[in-house]
């Protein structure tokens, strides 16, 4: 799959898949990897910039099995920024549709 | 590469993050390489998932806003300035210190620099123009110019100083019969007409001033220089004896008159005695020195005024400031008894209405009515307190102002008026000649007689001052001291028809006033 399509919507997994429920890093990368297959390490800056922009809150939960994982927690901006890139992407995603809709042999003009 | 590796040169690679922020991603990445390997996959295949090395580390950076090759290129530059040919973190975050720490050190500097040069920017050019006027003056003592004119045997030298007048007749120069004596011959060049040059004063005595005289060459050719002293009344015939002129046959002292000394008072004018005949120019020919005596005299004169002024400018500071402190105290002691009584106000307010319905509250409530009163008394009495400065209030009481005298004139004018009635000079022309006689009574040495006066217009008031003349003279009239203040009345113009007083009977009137004026 193109890389550049991955990585515009690789946000909008990662917000949808917080806000569903609080993972950590690990378990956001295998719930991302269902969807697409992205670099591992690409999902981890992406956290740390959706954190600086205040769109992540990260915590501390003591773990059983090794040390204390930190987990991410979307926060209110962080809701509406994923509704608004909700609406970008089906928007955009509509358009491409009816374009290629549009041009192709048995139903363009 | 390992785990160990992979960190190290994680953190080597964010370096420019800040250290939380750094320990925080590390321990993200180790955590997810632990969590591999407990899946089952070793470090290198964890470790391989991430991908690239350099877009990581890019993509990390480009999260907090860094640019990748700026995170690379100041960890190469603190490698090679501290010589480990390795970036370390520690090692590049102190060369950005001392990178900020010399930048920092740079400006302090300059400020520093700055600052310095505007306090004392006002001193240096003060100590230039005090160099400059040196100078000058220096400059303007030590050029002469002189035009010989040779009429004559005596080669009567008319000179002009820096650039005075051509046309002094002063004293006689003899530097022809000098520069003669001294061997320069009867054919010197100096001393013939049409010939000019340059003198130079070198030094200053009694018996006169050496001076070096440079001939200013006419053709472009070297001129003749000529060293020989000046002095004043000698002439070729009257025979010169070197080394001694105050005591020779030529010099003259006060009050002689030599052959050939035509102008005896007009060289002699200005000049103080034990200088006269001494010197080889007459005072305003050879006056520098007075001028610049006059002028130190001017300027310390200034100087004590300026310090008078000062002095008096800090008492008055001081008298101000205790005012304002006593003002200050008697306002926040009015405001506080004015506030204690606006409560008590109220309170008594409070009381009344309670006493109207019938609570027994009536010695109370006078009691507060009379603490009222008393508290805004008090406020008012504070009040009265205040010091405020009077409009035209005297000052001084020795001084002549105009204004000192209006005020003590307007305050005196009540038991004054039948005396003016009776002479018929009312108070304005009386103060118009009082005016007069403070706008021209200027001397110095002259003690103040104002006061006075008008303690002995009273006693002249009281003798009748019908004596007195409608012009102002008061020559007729009979009071104790009057006739010492004479000579001051000389000055006031009021008309006094006395004659003026002469301090050397021999001399001339004008001699006294323009050696008067020479003094002032």
């Known amino acids: ?109 | 590469m390992d785990k160990r590796e992979f960190l190290s040169a994680l953190e080597q690679s964010l370096s420019v993050l800040q250290e939380d922020e750094l320990r925080d991603i590390i321990s993200e990445y180790e955590q997810h390489i632990d969590i591999k390997v407990e899946k089952g996959l070793t470090e290198a295949e964890a470790i391989a998932d991430f991908g690239s090395f350099g877009e990581l580390t890019a993509e990390i950076l480009e999260a907090y806003h860094v640019r990748a090759d700026y995170a690379a290129d100041k960890g190469e530059r603190a490698g090679r300035r501290w010589g480990d040919g390795q970036t370390t973190g520690w090692k590049a975050r102190g060369a950005m210190l001392w990178e900020k720490v010399k930048t920092g050190g740079t400006r302090t500097a300059s400020c520093v620099r700055w600052t310095v040069y505007q306090l004392f920017r006002p001193f240096a050019w003060a100590w230039k123009r005090c160099r400059e006027l040196v100078r000058g003056l220096e400059e303007r003592r030590g050029k002469e110019l002189w035009e010989f004119d040779d009429s004559g045997t005596a080669g009567e030298a008319r000179g002009r100083y820096g650039d005075g007048d051509l046309n002094n007749k002063g004293g006689r120069d003899a530097a022809p019969a000098a520069a003669k004596e001294r061997g320069g011959g009867a054919d010197s060049d100096v001393g013939n007409p049409g010939r000019s040059a340059v003198s130079s004063r070198i030094d200053s005595g009694k018996s006169g001033d050496m001076v070096r005289e440079a001939e200013i060459p006419e053709n472009g050719s070297a001129g003749l220089e000529v060293e020989h002293r000046r002095y004043s009344g000698v002439r070729p015939e009257d025979g010169v004896r070197p080394g001694g002129l105050e005591s020779g046959p030529g010099s003259r002292e006060y009050g002689e008159a030599g052959p050939g000394d035509r102008n005896r008072r007009d060289r002699n004018r200005g000049v103080r005695p034990d200088r006269r005949g001494r010197t080889g120019r007459d005072f305003r020919d050879s006056g520098l020195r007075q001028r610049i005596k006059r002028k130190g005299k001017r300027i310390i004169n200034d100087m004590g005024k300026g310090i008078w002024r000062i002095c008096g400018l800090c008492v008055s500071a001081v008298f101000w400031t205790a005012r304002m402190v006593w003002n200050g105290c008697w306002i926040l002691f009015s405001l506080v008894v004015a506030g204690f009584g606006l409560f008590s106000l109220y309170g008594l307010g409070v009381l009344s209405v309670l006493l109207t319905q019938g609570y027994p509250l009536i010695g109370v409530t006078l009691g507060c009515l009379g603490l009222v009163m008393c508290a805004f008394s008090a406020a008012v009495l504070g009040i009265t307190f205040l010091r405020r400065k009077e409009n035209g209030a005297i000052k001084n009481k020795g001084s002549h102002s105009r204004q000192n005298r209006t005020e003590q004139k307007a305050g005196k004018q009540e038991h004054k008026a039948p005396r003016h009635e009776e002479t018929g000079r009312g108070p304005e022309k009386k103060r118009e000649s009082d005016q007069e006689g403070d706008r021209r009574a200027k001397p110095g040495d002259q003690a103040p007689w104002r006061p006075d006066r008008e303690d002995q217009e009273e006693k002249a008031g009281s003798e009748g001052l019908q004596e007195r003349e409608p012009g102002g003279g008061q020559k007729d009239v009979q009071g104790a001291g009057w006739e010492d203040h004479e000579p001051s009345r000389e000055h006031s113009g009021t008309g006094w028809s006395g004659e003026m007083p002469v301090e050397n009977p021999g001399e001339d009137p004008g001699a006294s006033e323009e050696r008067g004026q020479s003094y002032a």
């Open chain 1, 1 to 109: 799959m193109n890389a550049q399509f991955k990585k515009g919507v690789l946000e909008l997994i990662v917000l949808e898949s917080v806000r569903q429920r609080d993972m950590y890093g690990y378990e956001l990368v295998e719930e991302v990897s269902k969807v697409v297959d992205v670099n591992e390490g690409t999902i981890y800056p992406l956290l740390k910039r959706l954190t600086n922009e205040h769109y992540f809150e990260t915590y501390l939960r003591e773990s059983t099995e090794g040390p204390p994982r930190k987990y991410y927690h979307v926060t209110a901006a962080g809701i509406l920024y994923r509704d608004q890139l909700e609406r970008e992407w089906t928007e955009l995603s509509g358009r491409v549709w009816k374009f290629l809709k549009q041009n192709l042999p048995d139903g363009g003009s």
